[in-house]
Structures are given as C-alpha cells and as structure tokens.
C-alpha cells in the first residue's frame, strides 16, 4: 500500500540556522500537505501542494513538492524558537484518497 | 481557530470501564476521522466517516466503534478500556471547499487507563 516516508525523525537546529525535512512517498500523489503539531497540541495545517515542481513560501517556510510528486520538502530559513514542533506531511493518491500522513520530524530548537 | 470540539480533554479511567469519547464540528463537514497519535509519535487513522451513516475503519486496527448520526457528532467508544489504549485521540474533520480538502483536528483527548 501507499506509505509516506519523513526524514530525518528528529532535528536539532541552533536557532538562526537552516534546515530541511524530506518526505518520500512510494507512490505519485495527487496532492501532499504540510502540518505543524506544537508540543501539546494539535496539528495545525499549514499548506497544500498541487503541481508538479510546485513552490510555496510562507515567510521563513520554503515547500516545494518534486517533479515526479512523489517527494516533498520544507525548508526552514533562519531558525526561531517558535518553530519548535513536529512537522508532518501527508500525501494523498487520487482526488478521493485518504491522506496517508508521515512519522512527522519532530524539530528542537537550542537558542 | 476551526470549531472542532473534544471532550473530555483528559481522562483517567479504569480497567475494563466503558468510555466514550466525544467529537463534534459547527462547520458542516462531511468527513470526519479519528486518530490515535502517543506523545511525539506519528499519527494512526483508526476510523473516519465520509458522511451521516458511513463509517469505515482506517488503517490502525482499534478495539473502538464510532457512530455518525448526525453530520456533527462522531463519537468514539470503547466498550472495555485497557491499558493499551492509552494514548490521545485526536477527531478531524475535512470538507473539499476551494479544493484543498484541509484537515481541521480538535485539541484531542488525552487517555489513561489504569
């Protein structure tokens, strides 16, 4: 069946710092989606991917989904304590497919 | 903020007790969906419901049952609660305006049996 892979699980990044989490999917989805769960909380949703190559931008947040929609990333420029979460992304195969949510990249934030 | 509502928000219960967790939405979907996620962990989809009167089991095996009576309320039971269970449960729902089909989640209810 479908599975969405995320790497790396976990990332410690020094604040001010870049980093990027990856999600592979072993099928090509029609779409894929991006959550941020904050420590005790829900998640959150952040974006929806659509196009093939397709970028998005949301202030220090970079989503790109891959030519062959099969793989996603998110980019995070410039590391703040605020952005200290589990990221998660989920991928959907066909316009009437439940979304298949990764292990999330949980992220920490050392000021 | 959605208006996905959760309660109770925390429970500690005992074995073999019979729970119901609650779930509701104000905004008229028509997918709901419940998860079950441990602290830090990835999320496991053990129902959802495409509709009044549809239920479907999802991809974690659960001990649980869900009903969907009215487009609202998408209640979650457990008829005999075990340790295992515990963990926090999380209801979502989703509706395909714009085309994005978002999947909006309550604050969860967090469970522990004794």
């Known amino acids: 069946g479908q599975q969405v892979m995320q790497i790396p699980q976990y990332q410690h990044v020094q604040e001010g710092e870049d980093f990027t989490t990856y999600c592979n999917s072993s099928t090509t989805l029609s779409n894929i989606q991006w959550y941020k769960q904050r420590p005790g909380g829900h998640p959150v949703f952040l974006i929806q991917?659509?196009?093939?190559?397709e970028v998005k931008k949301q202030k220090r947040l970079t989503f790109q989904f891959g030519e062959a929609k099969k793989n996603s990333s998110l980019h995070i420029t410039a590391t703040q304590t605020t952005d200290v979460g589990t990221y998660f992304c989920?991928?959907?195969?066909?316009?009437?497919?439940?979304?298949?949510f990764g292990a999330g990249t949980q992220v920490v934030v050392t000021p | 903020e959605a208006d996905i509502y959760q309660t109770p928000r925390y429970l500690v219960i005992g074995t073999g007790k019979k729970i119901t967790l609650e779930c509701s939405q104000t905004?008229?979907?028509?997918?709901m969906y419940w998860y079950q996620q441990d602290p830090g962990m990835e999320l496991h989809l053990i129902h959802y419901s495409y509709g009044v009167n549809s239920t479907e089991k999802g991809d974690l095996s659960s001990e649980s049952t869900v009903s969907r009576i009215r487009t609202e309320h998408f209640p979650l039971t457990l008829e005999s609660a075990r340790p295992s269970h515990t963990s926090q449960y999380l209801c979502?729902?989703?509706?395909?305006?714009?085309?994005?089909?978002?999947?909006?989640f309550g604050p969860g209810t967090r469970l522990t049996v004794l």
């Open positions: 991917l659509v196009k093939s190559g």
């Open positions: 979502a729902s989703s509706d395909k305006t714009g085309g994005t089909d978002t999947q909006y």
């Open positions: 905004m008229g979907h028509d997918k």
């Open positions: 989920a991928g959907r195969v066909g316009s009437w497919g439940k979304l298949q």
